[in-house]
């Protein structure tokens, strides 16, 4: 095997250990190999001609460096960086920093070497009005980055115009130029408008990359900076997958892989997608991969404009919490998924069990064992138990999680998505469907222009007594 920091595991999809109805065999793999090297290439000729921007975001040497230097000032001022933003504006950044900073990093002033991070991914008032409360008194300690590519989306809008009237409040006019980044559109959309006319520093959400795309791009950057993760280990570790996803060649090819094999099992029936990660750090990274996965294949219509109606559900489990929740339906529920482990061969750090007492010498065999041992032995139960019910097993083994792995994790994911959209033969880089719940939203809160979607909403939007108990 070469030295890469992750690797995929496939053979658990395999007939060989499934059986045929189930498992893919190996003439299934050669077929599967002729249809998806032709689309490797295609993707590499797309990725040429401009067309798939994020592809080339770990090659981008101004970024980082733009990043580097802000958040070195930030590190300097402030003692909180607060992200507003949703889907893919917040999703990458909770996922860095799950992965690659430790459990308690906002709890324990010893367990971080940066400032606290927040990232606010909703509009509940419950939740905001907490935190507005903690942060009142901290606002000139607290650096706010609004993420926004499009400016319009109304919860992240909405948070910054309580934050904004809060920062005037408190800290006068000027406030906003210290204590608030916007990045957004280099050129246009209303938060470039708001950022230009305020004066706040900006980075820029590069062109042509769509939301669930643009973690390695400033989106993601700079929480990752500002809290100390090495930005240049995980932009390394992506063009060191890049250069593993360009291959032509099928089975060197692990975006390749892992795109048939999801490709070939839905259309075996195995429609939905469960990604568990043996790995508490890497519970957020299950999450960032549902939206790029959901919003990206959930599609009704293919590239010829014909109704198809396609899409893996991804569904997310954490091992080994949720083998007390899920493994019951997963086992013995309908044999409709596609179970990929992540799992992680050496933790960073480890924790050795004590020893039983004389009373229960039933718990001696945990007694001195390094705890990365028992999760590892029960991923290894959990997919051993699914494979006796004939279910299909992937994993994505990670050496160790660094920025390196997570750099070659997100690559790998993302280009693994573009190539499902061209065997599914949809546009994986659009979502008309979220679109249509934005502007609805809109409508509903009385935005000027709305009136017509509004009135089409009213028998949604009044509840029908009678059928209210
Ligand atoms: O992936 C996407 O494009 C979406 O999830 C967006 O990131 C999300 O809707 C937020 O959009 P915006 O960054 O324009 O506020």
Redesign the pocket.
Known sequence: MTQHNIHVYYKNVSSEMIGPEHGISRAQFEQLARQTSPLIAELNRQRDSGQTAYRDLPYNTHYPEQVKTMAAQIRNDCENFVVL???????GNIALQSALNPALYNWDDGQRSGPRLFVFDNVDPHQFGSFLDWVGDRLDKTVFNV???????A??AAQMLVIFEMIRQKLGPDGLKKQVIAT?DATSGTLRKIADAAALRTLE?PDGV?????VLSPVGLLSAAVCGIDIDALLAGARAMDQRCKTEAFFENPAALNAAINWHLYNRGKHISVMMPYSHSLKDMADWYR??WA?SLGKSHDLQGGEVFVGPTPVNALGTTDQHSQVQLYRQGPNNKLFTFLQVKTFNRDVVIGPAPETAPELGYLAGQPMSRLLNAEKTATEYALLSDKRPCLTVLFDTIDAAAAGQFIYLYEVTTSLAGLLFNINAYD?PA?ELG?DATFALMDKPGSEALAEKIRPVERMDEAFLI
């Open positions: 933003g949703i889907g893919g504006s917040a999703l993420i926004s590519k499009s400016g319009r989306t919860e992240t957004t959400v769509g939301g669930r795309f643009s939206q790029l919003e979502q979220v934005k």
